[in-house]
């Protein structure tokens, strides 16, 4: 059974976090300065130190992002999984489903996209034709893109 203490105690330098983490040492990097990472204890050499806890917080960042949450929306998780009591799942259902309804939008974004990039590309015959319809479509000289 592990305590508190080793959850907290640094121990991984961050080559060693951004391989268990999946993130390169510049995202983790990143995830300090936008204040979503603590600042990491340091060595006598100036090296970071991460402890269990932070590998803990990057994964959770790193599943977030994964799923399509903005910074700020990281964040708001964030503040609801550190302050866990009565509101934070409201507060967090609220959240996802927000989120949830914009990757519903930008679905049928994409599955409109998708039709007329199937239609443009299908007019191109390959690229047989002596002008390029796709071209000429995204020119805006011919064929209308809604």
């Known amino acids: 059974m592990r305590d508190e203490a080793d959850e907290t105690t640094p121990l991984l330098p961050i080559g060693a976090l951004a391989?268990?983490?999946?993130?390169?040492?510049?995202?983790?990097?990143?995830?300090?300065?936008?204040?979503?990472?603590r600042a990491p204890a340091r060595t006598a050499g100036q090296h970071r130190l991460y402890s269990r806890a932070d590998l803990k917080r990057l994964n959770f960042i790193r599943r977030a992002r994964l799923l399509g949450f903005t910074?700020?929306?990281?964040r708001a998780l964030m503040r609801f999984a550190d302050h866990v009591g009565v509101r934070s799942c409201a507060d967090a259902h609220?959240?996802?489903?927000?989120?949830?309804?914009?990757?519903?939008?930008?679905?049928?974004?994409?599955?409109?996209m998708e039709k007329v990039l199937r239609g443009m590309v299908a007019s191109c015959a390959e690229g047989t034709l002596p002008e390029c319809p796709l071209i000429e479509t995204l020119s805006g000289s011919k064929h209308d893109v809604r």
């Open 94 to 112: 609220r959240l996802a489903t927000k989120h949830l309804a914009d990757v519903k939008a930008k679905l049928t974004d994409l599955k409109k």
């Open 71 to 74: 910074l700020d929306e990281v």
């Open 19 to 37: 391989k268990h983490t999946g993130l390169t040492v510049e995202g983790i990097r990143f995830y300090e300065k936008a204040g979503i990472l």
